[in-house]
């Protein structure tokens, strides 16, 4: 298979000029495009409604040219929309398009390159989300995107994306209609219970987490964690939506990823070794403006209160999220190592890396 990856930035949530440019222009074929990441300006809440519209503008703009409704655009493409640029982090979406050939499957000469592959699961109840029936379901939807993506060895996994469903009101009435009770009635906290269940699910399908996961664990046992996991929840959506990216040998994409696990929101050396895994030099304005093509990260205020001993204040501000502060710090720092704010950080890193930390991802053309 050939995968290419494209970056292009947006002026807003409902911009598509970039991306209907580079398919007039040929530069991107619709018919190949297997998933569309976006970083939206949106406060990445529960209200955040630019991912939502971000998602139904390209439907709305790839369906004249796959002939298909809006809606089975959605339902052909995985679109993952992670709401908030604070700071110095700039709106844009990353495109990747993979085509299969005939000599799919057998081994590139070449080494391994970058590999894509997708799956859902099954729409959940209220009651299942941010619950063991999610963890179970995402890890089934995880090895088939491995499949997909022509991946046996989880070593060569380095970052699993997944949009995830929240709790509103109306669906917690629902559980509630049917005798059942959800896992919280906070809706914001809600989006917490979601990531942390689709990471754990990331963790059991790659043999991170041995032996089994139970209810009980899902924000609460934070040693077990995923170090290739970003997960991102959303009212758009009642399904997991999963996108497996790694390295393989069956893939003849001009492209590799690599990865490292920060372990606090000012972990430089994390990045730096990102970027090096992928032949990057940290502030290297000639190679990396050649060859990077994004960086992926999530980021959360440290649980504890505290950054290396000394305190934060990010979990006691009223007025701005402690997510919205996270993506801030973690995408200044991303941004001047890799002399671009145009990276896609992702806030709430439930289970996605260490407490304070997460998974950071970075892909490179060769």
């Known amino acids: 298979m050939s995968v290419d990856v494209v970056r292009i930035p947006t002026k807003g949530p409902g911009d598509v000029s970039g991306l209907v440019q580079l398919i007039e222009a040929g530069r991107i074929d619709p018919a190949s495009i297997l998933a569309i990441l976006g970083k939206t300006e949106g406060n990445g809440g529960v209200n955040d409604f630019t991912r939502e519209y971000a998602v139904s503008a390209l439907s709305v703009a790839l369906a004249p040219y796959l002939a298909l409704t809006p809606q089975g655009v959605e339902e052909r493409i995985a679109f993952v929309m992670s709401g908030g640029t604070e700071g110095v982090l700039s709106p844009h979406i990353t495109v990747f398009t993979r085509k299969i050939s ?3 499957g057998v081994q590139s000469a070449a080494g391994k390159r970058l590999s894509i592959g997708i799956a859902q699961t099954r729409d959940f109840l209220p009651e299942e989300i941010g619950r063991i029936a999610q963890v179970r379901e995402t890890a089934k939807a995880v090895r088939a995107a491995m499949a997909d993506a022509g991946i046996d060895d989880p070593s060569d996994v380095h970052y699993v994306q997944i949009k995830c469903p929240l709790l509103m009101s109306d669906r917690i009435e629902d559980a509630h209609g049917r005798g059942q009770k959800v896992v919280t009635y906070s809706a914001y906290g809600s989006m917490g219970y979601s990531r942390g269940a689709s990471a754990l699910g990331i963790a059991a399908a790659l043999g991170e987490v041995k032996g089994e996961i139970s209810d009980d664990y899902i924000l609460k046992k934070y040693d077990l964690f995923s170090s290739v996991a970003s997960t991102s929840s959303g009212i758009e959506l009642m399904h997991n939506v999963v996108i497996v990216m790694g390295n393989s040998s069956s893939a003849t994409s001009s492209f590799v990823i690599g990865h490292a696990v920060m372990r606090d929101a000012i972990d430089c050396a994390a990045v730096t070794e990102a970027l090096l895994s992928v032949g990057l030099e940290p502030q290297s304005t000639s190679t990396i403006s050649d060859r990077l093509v994004n960086v992926f990260a999530k980021a959360e205020a440290s649980p504890d209160g505290t950054v290396r001993g000394w305190r934060h204040t990010m979990l006691e501000d009223t007025d701005i999220s402690a997510t919205r502060h996270a993506r801030a710090a973690v995408g200044g720092l991303i941004a001047g190592l890799a002399g671009t704010g145009a ?18 991802a970075v892909i490179a053309r060769i």
């Open 102 to 104: 005939d000599g799919d």
């Open 343 to 360: 990276v896609y950080v992702s806030g709430g890193a439930e289970h996605q890396g260490p407490p304070g930390g997460g998974p950071v």
